[in-house]
């Protein structure tokens, strides 16, 4: 028994080395993660890559939302939006609490368009920010320039080169280049698509998400035509007036979500991307 008892207590004293030794774990779970190798089909799934620690080589968050503060431009108005809180009760007044009120339209600052922007049988349907589809915004998304002395046209959209099963694509043009969004009064020179490069990105490619680094998707001139091009069949959303400065192009993770407001036609929206 004595003999056993020794056997016994050798085997026990084994099992939990052997144990470690074969479940040993990474520090870090690996996430999945976006590479310039799916640009041809960004949704499929994509290679892994360790979860940074705050050192170099790991995954980092890209805010592209331009913060909010009252010199954000405002289309056709050389003022700004002006002042977007209010504090309506103050401790410092002897309130029980701070509690801030916010008022400003949908469309200030980074803002997603919902279909009902600019057609108003959408607008009269309900397809409102809260009706937008949340798997087009957030996945793969390709940043990239835009030619600076042109307008997005169908030739710049043509010698962009795209490829069939992106669906996702941020425009940085000549906009972010003169800081338009640093700036408090508006430019209406800026940079926008035409109507025909806007008819053609919906003929020629799997895009449905098109962010761009202004106010508005299309160029003053095509204003409205250019915004009716991607809304009439839905299926596009448009991202206005995201923060593209100092950011590399290439293939990232983009997460854009607006809030739940039912009934509006825009929303302000937080977008980062994750590389």
């Keep these: 028994m004595a003999r056993l008892a020794v056997v016994?207590?050798?085997?026990?004293?084994a099992v939990p080395q052997a144990l470690l030794a074969?479940?040993?774990q990474p520090d870090h779970p690996r996430l999945p993660t976006c590479s310039a190798t799916a640009a041809a089909a960004p949704d499929a799934a994509?290679?892994?890559?360790?979860?940074?620690?705050?050192?170099?080589?790991?995954?980092?968050i890209v805010d592209i939302t331009h913060a909010m503060r009252p010199e954000l431009p405002v289309m056709g108005s050389a003022a700004g939006v002006g002042p977007l809180l209010r504090l309506k009760k103050s401790m410092a007044n002897g309130s029980r609490s701070n509690l801030s009120e916010l008022r400003m339209?949908?469309?200030?600052g980074t803002h997603v368009d919902a279909p009902g922007h600019m057609w108003q049988r959408h607008f009269d349907a309900g397809f409102?920010?809260?009706?937008l589809d949340l798997e087009l915004l957030n996945g793969p998304a390709l940043l990239v320039d835009v030619p600076?002395?042109?307008?997005?046209?169908?030739?710049?959209?043509?010698?962009?080169n795209i490829p069939r099963g992106v669906r996702r694509v941020l425009f940085r043009t000549l906009n972010t280049d003169k800081r338009l969004m640093w700036q408090k009064e508006s430019d209406l020179s800026f940079v926008g698509f035409t109507e025909g490069g806007a008819q053609w990105l919906v003929d020629h490619t799997d895009i449905k998400l098109v962010g761009v680094d202004y106010l508005s998707v299309s160029s003053y001139d095509y204003l409205i035509s250019g915004h009716v091009v991607f809304s009439k069949s839905r299926e596009i959303v448009i991202v206005e007036s995201l923060k593209l400065d100092d950011v590399e192009a290439g293939m990232y993770m983009l997460h854009c979500l607006p809030l739940r407001l039912v009934g509006a036609e825009g929303s302000p929206?937080?977008?980062?991307?994750i590389k």
């Design 148 to 160: 600076r002395d042109t307008n997005i046209t169908a030739e710049v959209m043509k010698s962009l």
């Design 22 to 24: 074969a479940g040993a």
């Design 46 to 60: 994509a290679p892994t890559q360790e979860l940074g620690n705050g050192g170099g080589g790991g995954s980092r």
């Design 8 to 13: 016994l207590m050798i085997l026990f004293a």
């Design 105 to 108: 339209s949908a469309h200030t």
């Design 269 to 273: 929206v937080r977008c980062i991307l």
């Design 128 to 131: 409102d920010v809260d009706t």
